[in-house]
Nanobody, 121 residues
């Protein structure tokens, strides 16, 4: 069994910064694309950023220039550095792995439990 666990959410003032972390566990051999999604109250879940196993990145237009996704393959982890936060960034943030290869099998579309980010003064 594999698991993704996020951390780093919290309350921050507008203009502030937060760094989210997501660690995968479960006898992992490799992980392909890793993503951050978010879901604001009353809205659908949206893709925020993606990073491939090779390190290529892509971002939603709403966060370009403010958020940076990175990963550490040796730690099976992905990070989201969020700067210049705005009230509209308030949401539950979820990490996701498209495919996790383990010693005993493959797992598709693995989600973390989410971490709440609140941007408010």
């Amino acid at each position: 069994q594999v698991q993704l666990v996020e951390s780093g959410g919290g309350l921050v003032q507008p203009g502030g910064s937060l760094r989210l972390s997501c660690a995968a566990s479960g006898n992992i051999v490799s992980i392909n694309n890793m993503k951050w999604h978010r879901q604001a109250p009353g809205k659908e879940r949206e893709l925020v950023a993606v990073i491939t196993s090779g390190g290529s990145t892509n971002y939603a237009d709403s966060v370009k220039g403010r958020f940076t996704i990175s990963r550490d393959n040796s730690k099976n982890s992905v990070y989201l550095q969020m700067n210049s936060l705005k009230s509209e960034d308030t949401a539950v943030y979820y990490c996701k792995a498209d495919l996790i290869l383990t010693a005993v099998g493959r797992y598709f579309d693995v989600w973390g439990q989410g971490t709440l980010v609140t941007v408010s003064s």
